[in-house]
């Protein structure tokens, strides 16, 4: 009788904490949207309460769509472009790309009605952990003599992919999309009289020998 009861409770507790869990998620979604407003400093409490509401919805609508079309809803396949197989990523990154443009649209609307452009960057900076910066700055230190056309255009492509990330739910998704626009930035250099392979080969080498060189140094103390 008491296990049959343990049992009982067991399974009522489960049962709760699931039904629990989009409501959890709701709450975690709404309190992320409250603390990326606030780093805004906006000083109009209406304001803030308008583009939280925006965002968090935002937010809660792209976990709804990716729970409900996991990769097993895509058939596995190959990618057209290289022939490999399809990966598990491949195929929620194609199942989340079919979530309707309305869902980017209000988004974006929400925020521009509200904040500045730069204002705006911010926020779409907090869904990508501030990507965009950080791979600049990576071209910058991998590329000599990077010139204010080649940073323009490549910044461009970073631009890019932050938008088009931020209607992706995991960091894995948004990392993916990146690497396109990485690829295209790379390309860019290459078209225009660079050699990304060469120049990066320089970069890790470089590197590595200033390692190398502070382990010694380190030894010697």
């Given amino acids: 009788m008491k296990k049959i009861l343990v049992f009982t409770c067991l399974a009522l507790a489960i049962t709760f904490a699931k039904a629990q869990t989009p ?3 709701d709450e975690e979604n709404s309190k992320k949207a409250a603390e990326w407003v606030a780093s805004l400093n906006l000083g109009d409490a209406q304001k803030e309460a308008r583009v939280k509401d925006v965002v968090a919805t935002h937010l809660t609508t792209i976990r709804n769509w990716h729970n409900a079309h996991p ?3 895509v ?3 190959i990618n057209p472009v290289t022939g490999n197989k399809l ?3 491949d195929r929620e990154i194609i199942a989340d790309s079919a979530i309707p443009t309305t869902v980017h649209t209000a988004l974006m609307d929400g925020l521009k009605k509200d904040l500045t452009p730069e204002q705006v960057e911010a926020i779409l900076d907090k869904y990508t952990i501030g990507k965009v910066a950080f791979t600049m700055n990576g071209y910058k230190s991998i590329v000599p003599n990077l010139t204010a056309d080649e940073e323009a255009k490549i910044l461009g492509f970073l631009k890019q992919a932050r938008e088009q990330a931020v209607d992706y739910k995991n960091m894995k998704q948004i990392s993916a999309i990146f690497e396109i626009y990485k690829t295209k930035s790379e390309q860019f250099l290459n078209n225009n009289g660079r050699n990304w392979r060469t120049m990066y080969s320089d970069y890790t080498k ?3 020998a200033e390692k190398e060189k502070k382990a010694k140094e380190g030894n010697r103390g």
């Fill in 23 to 25: 409501a959890a998620a």
């Fill in 71 to 73: 990769a097993s809803t």
């Fill in 75 to 77: 058939p596995a396949g």
């Fill in 87 to 89: 990966s598990d990523l």
């Fill in 206 to 208: 470089k590197i590595k």
